[in-house]
C-alpha cells in the first residue's frame, strides 16, 4: 500500500502496524525515518533498500533492490491470481488517523484504473477488448502529484491500460512548476493532473510567462480540491486548443463524475454524474430522485470497495444499504438539480486542501496540544492564493504561560509532518464551543479570515 514519504517517525508506526505490514520497501534517504521505528513494527519481517544518492546506510537486516533482482529468475507469476485479490489504499480517516480502504481488484481497475472504455457504462469484457482498445496508444499523461496519491496512481493505471505513456517529474519529492512544464512539453504530455488550485496556480503561471511547445497538451485534469473557475480561464487562454477536465472521487468510491470546460464555457461546482453516482437523502434512508431540493450525500453503488482495515464501524457507517443495494458514501455533500448534473457542496469533515495535501484539522489538533501549555485548539483552513488553503491554529494558552509561536510549532513537528503545520497561530483568550463541548468551527473560521492581516 502507500505511504506518505513526509510522515515523521510516529505517523509511520502507527500507518505500518495498523496495516499490518510484513514488507517494506524504502528508498535509502528515507531508511533513518524507517529504522527509528523498526523496533516498534511487530510484523515487518523483510526490508528491501532501494540506493539513491543520499548516502546513507543499509538498515540492520535489510536487503539491497539490486541483489534481490539478482536472486529473482524470469518466470512469469502464472494464473494465480483472482478478481478477488485485494488493492489497498490508505487515506485519511475523519478522525485524522490514515484509514486502509479495502478494494477488490477488479473493483477499483473498472471504478478508476480503465476498466471500462471512456464515458460508457459496462466494463470491457475480456483483456483482448482492453488490448484491441489500446492498440493506437493512448494518453501520455503526467501527474503532478507523487504516486503515493490515490489519483495519481489511478492516472498512472489509466496510462497503462490505454496504451498510453506515464511522464514523472525527474525528482517527485518536490513541486517544482518550471521543470513539470519544461518536462510535459519535452515528452509531448497529452495530458497533465493535477490537485487543485495549489498545483495549478504555479504552472499556469509558468505556462503563461514561458515559451513552451504545448501543442500535444489536450487537458488540464484536476481532482482532489477545487480548481477555480479563474485560473481555468487562465489556462484556457494559454493553450486555448486543450480542456480542463475536473474530476470527483475518492478514495472510498473511486471515479464518480466529471465536468468539462473549454474555452469560453467553464464553470466550477457542478458535475456529469456517473453511471453508479447517486445522492442519498441526508438520513441515508433513500436516494433523491432529480429535482430534489435536499442537501444529500455524495454516493457511489456498483464496484465500491469491500470496507476499511481493521474498523468494522467506519465500515458500516460509509458503506450502508439502501434499498436493497449497498453504497459508498464517504462524506461529500451534494444535491441533484437535474439528471445530468450533481452540483458539489463540499467535504462535510473538517478538511483542509492545502498545496495538494490533504490535512484533517483534528490531527493537527492533537499534535499542538501535546505543547504543555495549550489548553485548547482548534483547526481551519482559510483561503490562501498560493497553497489553495491554509492552515490556521486557534489557540488558548493556560493562564499565566507564554510560549512562542516557534515553540508550538516545534512541538506539534514531533507527531505530524512539516506540510500539516500551521501557517498561522492566533492565541485568544477563549475559544467558542458549544454546551456539550464540540467545536465551533463556523466561528473559527471567521476568526481565522479575521486575523489573516495579522499573519504571523
Do not use: C
Amino acid at each position: 500500500m502507500n505511504v506518505n514519504y513526509r510522515y515523521v517517525a510516529e505517523e509511520l508506526s502507527y500507518l505500518l502496524n495498523d496495516a499490518k505490514a510484513r514488507g517494506v520497501v524504502v528508498h535509502d534517504r528515507f531508511a533513518p525515518t524507517l529504522g527509528a521505528v523498526l523496533d516498534d513494527l511487530g510484523g515487518v519481517d523483510l526490508v528491501i533498500q532501494v540506493p539513491d544518492d543520499s548516502g546513507e546506510a543499509l538498515l540492520p537486516g535489510a536487503v539491497r533492490w539490486d541483489d534481490l533482482l539478482a536472486e529473482g529468475d524470469d518466470e512469469p507469476i502464472g494464473d494465480d491470481v483472482s478478481p478477488d485479490d485485494l488493492y489497498i489504499l490508505y487515506t485519511g480517516g475523519t478522525t485524522g488517523m490514515p484509514k486502509g480502504v479495502l478494494w477488490r481488484q477488479h473493483d477499483i481497475f473498472v471504478s478508476a484504473m480503465g476498466g471500462r472504455p471512456f464515458g460508457a457504462p459496462e466494463a470491457y469484457g475480456s483483456i483482448e477488448e482492453i488490448v484491441a482498445a489500446s492498440a493506437n496508444g493512448g494518453l501520455n499523461m503526467m501527474t503532478a502529484a507523487p504516486l503515493m496519491h490515490g489519483a495519481a496512481q489511478w492516472a498512472a493505471f489509466n496510462s497503462f491500460t490505454s496504451g498510453g505513456m506515464l511522464v514523472l517529474a525527474p525528482d517527485p519529492s518536490r513541486f517544482d512548476a518550471e521543470t513539470l512544464v519544461r518536462v510535459a512539453a519535452e515528452e509531448r504530455a497529452t495530458a497533465i493532473q493535477v490537485v487543485g488550485d495549489a498545483m495549478a496556480r504555479p504552472l499556469i503561471e509558468v505556462i503563461e510567462r514561458g515559451d513552451y511547445d504545448l501543442s500535444g497538451l489536450l487537458a488540464f485534469t484536476n481532482g482532489g480540491a477545487a480548481l477555480s473557475t479563474g485560473l481555468k480561464d487562465r489556462f484556457l487562454e494559454a493553450v486555448p486548443h486543450a480542456m480542463v477536465l475536473d474530476a470527483v472521487g475518492s478514495s472510498e468510491t473511486g471515479a464518480q463524475m466529471g465536468h468539462t470546460s473549454v474555452k469560453g464555457a467553464t464553470a466550477t461546482g457542478t458535475f456529469t454524474p456517473g453511471p453508479d453516482t447517486a445522492v442519498i437523502s441526508a438520513d441515508m434512508t433513500r436516494v433523491l430522485e432529480p429535482g430534489d431540493p435536499e442537501e444529500g450525500w455524495l454516493a457511489q453503488r456498483g464496484h465500491v470497495p469491500l470496507g476499511y482495515l481493521g474498523d468494522e464501524a467506519k465500515t458500516a457507517r460509509t458503506f450502508p444499504v439502501i434499498g436493497g443495494v449497498r453504497y459508498s458514501v464517504p462524506g461529500d455533500r451534494a444535491r441533484r438539480p437535474s439528471a445530468d448534473v450533481i452540483e458539489l457542496l463540499g467535504r462535510d469533515a473538517q478538511t483542509i486542501n492545502t498545496g495538494g495535501e490533504k490535512v484533517f484539522a483534528e490531527e493537527v489538533e492533537q499534535a499542538i496540544v501535546n505543547h504543555p501549555d495549550v489548553d485548547d485548539v482548534m483547526v481551519v483552513g482559510r483561503p490562501d492564493d498560493r497553497w489553495g488553503q491554509a492552515v490556521v491554529a486557534l489557540v488558548q494558552l493556560h493562564p499565566g504561560t507564554s510560549p512562542s509561536v516557534e515553540e508550538i510549532l516545534e512541538e506539534t513537528a514531533k507527531h505530524v509532518a512539516r506540510y500539516k503545520l500551521p501557517r498561522q497561530i492566533v492565541f485568544l483568550d477563549e475559544l467558542v464551543r458549544s454546551p456539550a463541548g464540540k467545536a465551533d468551527y463556523r466561528w473559527a473560521k471567521a476568526t481565522a479570515v479575521e486575523h489573516a492581516s495579522t499573519e504571523n
